[in-house]
Antibody, heavy 121, light 108 residues
Framework: EVRLLESGGGLVQPGGSLRLSCAASGFTFSNYAMTWVRQAPGKGLQWVSVITGRGGKAYYADSVKGRFTISRDNSKNTLYLQMNSLRADDTAVYYC??????????????WGQGALVAVSS | YVLTQPPSVSVAPGKTATMTCEGSDEGGKSFQWYQQKPGQAPMLVIYYDSDRPSGIPERFSGSKSGKTATLTISTVEAGDEADYYCQVWDSGTYQDVVFGGGTRLTVL
């Protein structure tokens, strides 16, 4: 059974940093691209970042480019999102999700339960 | 790339619900659909325009014509009430994963 478990969320002040983790199990982690998606309170889904299965390529939404960094440790079956220079509009539930391919980003076939990040003074 | 969905759709139990997702260009993209119930993570219900993951009832079906995808739920049940999001991969320069704004399905 595929399982994705996010951790590392919490309350942080504007300008602060936070690192989210997503522990994966039930599949060969390195064979699949992974994505972070966020959802602000009462709003829709917003894609944040994606990384290929081997970690060689990563892409970001314009709203987080230069502030967030996605990475993965395939030896630990874990996906990360380093978030710096956080702003109030980064407040959201952050989901990690698995793609159905190593290098293509068509389908998100499994999702974690999400981690809440709140940016406030 | 922009995906446009109607904000809401209402349907009586036992009837058929249809919701659309219009892309901003013809691009030949594959559409996915996700169901999100309150307080839960999204769940894939349709992929590659019309395929259903295992465990998703046959009542859920997808189609595409040109730049518009459609999700159809037949014989709607109260448990189908949720937000539904369409999504594509814009495999151009920026490799963006794009979501529509979502459609809230209300079962009357």
């Amino acid at each position: 059974e595929v399982r994705l478990l996010e951790s590392g969320g919490g309350l942080v002040q504007p300008g602060g940093s936070l690192r989210l983790s997503c522990a994966a199990s039930g599949f060969t982690f390195s064979n699949y691209a992974m994505t972070w998606v966020r959802q602000a309170p009462g709003k829709g889904l917003q894609w944040v970042s994606v990384i290929t299965g081997r970690g060689g390529k990563a892409y970001y939404a314009d709203s987080v480019k230069g502030r967030f960094t996605i990475s993965r440790d395939n030896s630990k079956n874990t996906l990360y999102l380093q978030m710096n220079s956080l702003r109030a509009d980064d407040t959201a539930v952050y989901y990690c999700a698995k793609h159905d391919s190593i290098n293509y980003f068509y389908v998100l076939d499994h999702w974690g339960q999400g981690a809440l990040v709140a940016v406030s003074s | 790339y922009v995906l446009t969905q109607p904000p809401s759709v209402s349907v009586a139990p036992g009837k058929t619900a249809t919701m659309t997702c219009e892309g901003s260009d013809e691009g030949g993209k594959s559409f996915q659909w996700y169901q999100q119930k309150p307080g839960q993570a999204p769940m894939l219900v349709i992929y590659y325009d019309s395929d259903r993951p295992s465990g998703i009832p046959e009542r859920f079906s997808g189609s595409k014509s040109g730049k518009t995808a459609t999700l159809t739920i037949s014989t709607v049940e109260a448990g189908d009430e949720a937000d539904y999001y369409c999504q594509v991969w814009d495999s151009g320069t920026y490799q963006d994963v794009v979501f529509g704004g979502g459609t809230r399905l209300t079962v009357l």
